[in-house]
């Protein structure tokens, strides 16, 4: 363990004595009469406590999120989940950096490997690539995380499960507003209204996002709403309809090489040069209906549409694009997606033991628009950098996807439960290219993926207070849009030589409740073949190819709890060594210098991780409490010679919080990074021309302040 990880976990023990005299909860909100209600989260099977699910999986409420925090990224509030990587990069062009047991950490843009969802709303679209940007956290209720091999059942690229819902709206109608602001010119307000009245519920959000950057042009603006109704039926039905929208206009500063983040970490020379930046715009809708056919069976349906553009400047050099087959250096996408999830539950009999048992069918599609354009005018000697030019792509694309499934919980005893699903993920690629012009050939093409994933566990109840379980599962991964639409050597045309990686999965964990706290433990390993990683990297366009077969093997150790007298500790360990066990070339062709040898640490995964809280959060009056992260050495390429070294950085928060009549107030102040530590935040993985590095701020601090008024 290095001296960061060290020193850190001698801090975290100072919290420990705290959690000894606690009443047995497992991190449950207090009703109005002081019981303690049970903590759910919602699997296909309906709302599971997750002491009793057999697989890896962690709730965080929104309260908790939204405490002492500016409330804009997960990555502020997701620490305390073992197995999850999230880095804020600090650049609102590219989104978060959010990896599961190692799934997703090679992503250069947006989120791939792991599936999100937003009120059960797919933010994953049907070739695998997601994002975070929609996310409200001023209205969320909860998120949820799924690790390990029953991640499969929800299809392609489901290295792990990220799930975020909207709280519904409560009693009489509730009005507040909240405001924070803090270094690097950084700002937010939230307004939102929610209630309830006879058989409608209803909530209303919406916020403003303003960052002037830490680094030279890494200035952000977000702006973000949301919309949440239900509505319960007479025959006991219950419609919910979800409406969410958001806009993004960001510059992106773009990696630093090692010279230039020793020497000025918070310059963006090339970003400048070029003004590279990206703006998003979103809409989307959903519709989830869900009937109880009789006391034994139901049936949910959940439809859902949407819109996203996105217009991306790139810091491509004028004389690269001389190259006739080169796509230019503004990319600009114009994306339409939509689908249905129909799902059956049944609560049945096998052997005179319950039988739950749900089967659903899952379709997705995605229409794309995809331009490309030069990013300057003039000549190539002279030229007016960072504006659109000519036209030098243009291509629909399509992907659609029909997934089966099913899965089985038998109680067999009143100790043993086994577990059983199965997913039929099929994935279907096509593009028509229409930019054919001179040595441009046409390039449309069609691919189709398809797998049958099984999963199974069984979990035996050792004492009440303790659950063992294992499970075992085979996943699978295919190329998203942005992985297909370039192929090495500046070759025109999507890369349809890309094959799936296809993953096997084991895992053996235990769940404890000890002194009124939860305690998990888990083991994993993960065997992959024809992991796919990045080939080439340079200017903001990366290319993918296969690398044979890795392995990840890895401890998760978890523990939360709250004391009776409002005390709260929180501690997340990871160990995952991720590994790749054939030899391949970075990029190809192979010489000596890009040989990545078997035994090579996949980039991105840090070996080593460490999360520990420890506060006062009592439910009214001061609340104070401090945390500590700590992540270990990070390879930044195939070949292991460039790495970003290990840090721990620690954040101290204090606030107030009353509450009067119908009136609320919460003001807070926070200090993140209280040491000023330098450190590297994220890394771009395999970037070509080694600007690997996206440094994070010294210290900086946040204050905020709310009021919230029940008519």
Request: hydrophobic fraction near 35%; proline fraction near 4%; glycine fraction near 10%.
């Amino acid at each position: 363990m290095t001296a960061a990880f060290a020193t850190t976990f001698r801090l975290l023990m100072l919290g420990i004595p705290f959690a000894a005299h606690a009443q047995q909860q497992e991190l449950p909100a207090e009703t109005a009469k002081g019981q303690l209600r049970e903590v759910t989260v919602s699997m296909p099977r309906g709302e599971v406590a997750p002491f009793n699910v057999p697989g890896s999986v962690d709730r965080i409420d929104g309260a908790e999120m939204r405490d002492s925090r500016l409330q804009v990224n997960l990555s502020e509030s997701l620490g305390a989940v073992p197995g999850l990587q999230v880095q804020n990069r600090l650049n609102y062009a590219q989104d978060l950096q959010l990896s599961i047991r190692g799934f997703g950490a090679r992503s250069t843009f947006g989120v791939r490997g792991v599936r999100l969802y937003v009120d059960g709303i797919p933010a994953t679209l049907p070739d695998g690539q997601g994002q975070t940007s929609n996310i409200d956290i001023g209205s969320i209720d909860r998120v949820e995380v799924l690790r390990g091999p029953f991640s499969a059942l929800y299809g392609n690229s489901s290295g792990g499960v990220l799930q975020a819902f909207t709280a519904s709206g409560e009693g009489a109608p509730r009005l507040s507003y909240s405001v924070a602001g803090g270094s690097f010119g950084t700002w937010r307000q939230s307004l939102q209204i929610g209630g309830s009245q006879g058989a409608v519920d209803y909530l209303l959000g919406a916020s403003r996002f303003h960052s002037d950057g830490w680094r030279e042009h890494s200035a952000a603006r977000r702006d973000i709403a949301n919309g949440k109704l239900g509505i319960a039926l007479d025959n006991g039905d219950k419609l919910t309809l979800v409406l969410n929208s958001v806009r993004i206009d960001a510059q992106d500063p773009l990696g630093l090489t090692a010279d230039q983040y020793a020497r000025a970490p918070r310059s963006a020379p090339l970003a400048t040069q070029y003004d590279t930046r990206k703006t998003v715009e979103q809409t989307q809708l959903g519709l989830l209906y869900e009937r109880r056919i009789d006391a034994t069976q139901g049936l949910r349906l959940m439809v859902y549409g949407g819109e996203r553009k996105t217009t991306q400047y790139q810091s491509i050099p004028p004389s690269a694009q001389q190259n006739p087959l080169h796509a230019g250096g503004v990319i600009d996408l114009s994306r339409q997606y939509g689908g249905v999830d129909v799902r059956w539950t049944a609560a049945l009999q096998l052997a005179d033991r319950p039988l739950d048992v749900v089967a659903g069918l899952g379709y997705d599609s995605l229409r794309e628009r995809r331009r490309g354009y030069e990013n300057y005018l003039g000549s190539v000697v002279n030229p007016l950098l960072g504006v659109q030019g000519r036209l030098r792509r243009s291509e629909r694309n399509e992907v659609w996807n029909l997934d089966p499934y099913a899965q089985a919980t038998w109680r067999l005893t009143d100790r043993w439960t086994l577990e059983a699903g199965v997913r039929r993920s099929s994935v279907h690629f096509a593009s028509n290219d229409r930019y054919i012009v001179g040595a441009n050939r046409d390039d449309s093409g069609t691919a189709r993926y398809s797998k049958t994933l099984p999963v199974a566990s069984l979990r035996y109840q050792a004492t009440p207070d303790l659950a063992l379980y294992g499970s075992i599962g085979r996943g699978f991964e295919t190329p998203t849009l942005n992985e297909l639409s370039y192929r090495s050597g500046g070759a025109s045309g999507l890369n349809f030589a890309l094959r799936p990686s296809v993953n096997d999965s084991i895992e053996l964990g235990a769940k404890a409740r000890l002194a009124g706290g939860l305690l998990t433990a888990a083991l994993f390993q993960t065997r992959t073949r024809d992991e796919i990683v990045t080939d080439t990297n340079v200017g903001g366009r990366a290319t993918f190819q296969n690398a044979g077969r890795t392995r990840r093997n890895g401890l998760e150790l978890g523990w939360q709890h709250e004391t009776s007298n409002h005390w709260r500790t929180q501690l997340a360990y990871t160990w995952l060594d991720a590994t790749y066990r054939d030899a391949f070339c970075s990029p190809s062709p192979c010489a000596a210098a890009n040989t990545v040898a078997g035994g090579n640490r996949i980039p991105g995964i840090a070996r080593q991780s460490l999360f520990a809280s420890l506060g006062w959060v009592p439910p009214e009056g001061w609340r104070a409490g401090v945390e500590m992260r700590a992540l270990g050495r990070i390879q930044a390429n195939d070949v292991n010679t460039a790495s970003a070294p290990g840090y721990a950085v620690a954040a101290l928060y204090a606030g107030y919080l009353k509450k009067w009549e119908r009136w609320e107030f919460n003001a807070f102040a926070r200090v993140d990074n209280l040491f000023d530590r330098r450190y590297v935040g994220s890394v771009i993985v395999n970037e070509g021309n080694a600007r690997y590095y996206e440094p994070a701020p010294g210290r900086n601090w946040t204050v905020g302040l709310s009021g919230a008024y029940r008519f």
